[in-house]
Every structure is written in structure tokens, then in C-alpha cells.
């Protein structure tokens, strides 16, 4: 074996680890480019951005490194405009490029649908329960049979033009921020009272469409308190952007005490920015802009 054809054995390799190991790197730096993980869940959808993040990366570096190794020592030399050999009919070469990004597809495919299948993300003609066997960010390889014995808090949300609406049926509480416990699985029963809504709170990395007409179960397990943001995903209509709701996570001994400390308040309209903005529109002398559908009466609820 010659020197020079060692030398590129050798460079070949180095290139390679080093290309590894700073796509592995890069893929690790996803995780800080998202919000808190606030929900168990949130972990499968940050290790599956970070692998897409770190594959990118090598396939990035990978091209970037042998072109710049092709210009710098394969060049032609100076004044020499000759044609290159000619080269083709590489039947193993084209056999490698063909199959490396087809098990590449293949792979992010599959791995991508466990997700999915995971988070328990519903269709719309999807009508029973998927339950997600994931009770805590440590224990995201529980078996199914634990899951179903965990205590699971129940809240029905309405989602309408312009607002949402969170029911807990066991205190007969009505609020327009979603109050959760902490460390706890939640189910919620999503209802649509007009148009396709989507339930998506980015901290939580949960997105779930609420289709008219179908009560969608749908579950997850909050592990951080503090308080998120939760906004509709889907366009739907005029004042869309003011569907936005508070999540406050609490702890559990917190979560109960607000809880009894609403169901001592009397229901009382909450505000809400699409009625205001609309009303404000409607009481001008100059009219402008196209007609909009009238937004819902505010909803009754335990505010305090």
C-alpha cells in the first residue's frame, strides 16, 4: 500500500469521527432550542428534533467535507481544460446512493410514527381513547398494565369562536384557564362547539385537532408547574389570534386548593378579547372590513 493512499485511508477516518462526533454535538444543542420540557411527553418529541437535528448535521458536514476535500486537493491543475475520464456505469456506486437515503427515510419514518403512536395524536375519524403509557419523564418505558393505576384528573374543554372553556365535572368548576396538577396524568375530553379547533400548548409539545361533532379523549402528564401557553392551531376565523388561554401547573396540594376556593364563586361572564374587539367594531358610525361571524357570549365562569 502507498504512502498517499494511506494517507487518504487515514484522513478518511479522522474525517469521519470528527464529523460524528460534531453532528452528535450539534443534535445535543436542539434540546435548549425549545421551550422548558413541561410534560412527560415533551421528552419523545425533543429526542426525536435532536436525532433529525444530529442525521442533518452528518449528512451537512459530510457533503461539505468531501467537496472541500475535492477542491483543495483534487483540482485540476492550472491551464488544463481537458475532460475528465469517462466515468459511468458505476453500478455499485449508484446501488450505495440509492439505498443509504431509502433506509434513511425509512428509519426517520419509523421512528417518527412511534412517536406519533406514543403521544397519542388523534385523526378525525378516530373516536376511542388512545391511552399513553407515559406517567413521568423517568418512566417513559412503564408498561401499560402501571399506567392505567395511576389517579387521573378529568376536565372537559370547549373549544368555540372565541374562546375556551375548561370544566372540572368532580367540583363543577367552569374557568377559562387550564389548571393542572403537576405529576399527574391528565385526561382531557376536547369538544369543538362551532369549527376545526387544534389544542397545542408548545411547552407541553402537545397538538391535538378538535373536530365538531366528536368528543376526543386525549392524555398527558404535566412535570413542571409553572405557567404555559395554550393557543388554537388551527385558522378559525376572524379573532383567531385572541384564542389564547393561561395553563397554570400547580402542585397537587395547590391544584386542590384553587379548585375549592373557585367552586365558592358564583359564575360570572369572563372576559373575552374577540367579544370586546367585536363589539368596539360594531359601534363605530364608519364601518370597515369584511363581515365576521358574531363571536360566542363570554362564557360563565368561577373567576375570582
Do not use: C
Amino acid at each position: 500500500m502507498t504512502l498517499r493512499k494511506t494517507l487518504n485511508i487515514a484522513t478518511l477516518i479522522v474525517g469521519a469521527i470528527a464529523i460524528t462526533v460534531i453532528s452528535l454535538w450539534i443534535g445535543k444543542q436542539a434540546y435548549s432550542w425549545l421551550p422548558p420540557q413541561a410534560a412527560a411527553e415533551s421528552v419523545l418529541i425533543d429526542d426525536l428534533l435532536s436525532f433529525l437535528v444530529t442525521l442533518g448535521a452528518f449528512i451537512f458536514l459530510g457533503v461539505t467535507a468531501t467537496l472541500t476535500y475535492s477542491l483543495i486537493f483534487h483540482r485540476a491543475a492550472k491551464d488544463d481544460f481537458s475532460d475528465g475520464p469517462p466515468i459511468q456505469g458505476n453500478v455499485t456506486l449508484e446501488v450505495v446512493w440509492t439505498a443509504i437515503p431509502i433506509m434513511l427515510v425509512l428509519w426517520i419514518a419509523s421512528y417518527s410514527y412511534q412517536v406519533y403512536d406514543q403521544m397519542g395524536i388523534q385523526g378525525p375519524a378516530e373516536h376511542l381513547h388512545v391511552h399513553n403509557p407515559i406517567a413521568t419523564q423517568t418512566a417513559l418505558a412503564a408498561p401499560k398494565e402501571a399506567a392505567v393505576t395511576e389517579p387521573v384528573e378529568k376536565i372537559d374543554v370547549l373549544a368555540k369562536q372565541w374562546a375556551w372553556v375548561f370544566h372540572y365535572p368532580e367540583n363543577n368548576v367552569t374557568s377559562t384557564e387550564l389548571h393542572l396538577p403537576s405529576d399527574r396524568r391528565i385526561r382531557l375530553a376536547l369538544q369543538s362547539a362551532d369549527v376545526l379547533h387544534g389544542f397545542y400548548i408548545p411547552a407541553f409539545r402537545l397538538k391535538q385537532d378538535i373536530v365538531p361533532n366528536q368528543t376526543i379523549d386525549f392524555e398527558f402528564t404535566p412535570i413542571r408547574p409553572g405557567e404555559y401557553q395554550l393557543t388554537d392551531s388551527q385558522y378559525s376565523g376572524t379573532y383567531f389570534a385572541t384564542m389564547q388561554a393561561n395553563v397554570v401547573v400547580q402542585s397537587p396540594e395547590d391544584y386542590q386548593q384553587w379548585l375549592a376556593k373557585a367552586a365558592t364563586q358564583k359564575l360570572t361572564p369572563a372576559n373575552n378579547q374577540a367579544a370586546a374587539e367585536y363589539a368596539q367594531a360594531a359601534s363605530q358610525k364608519v364601518k370597515t372590513g369584511w363581515a365576521t361571524v358574531v363571536p360566542a357570549a363570554p362564557p360563565l365562569v368561577n373567576q375570582f
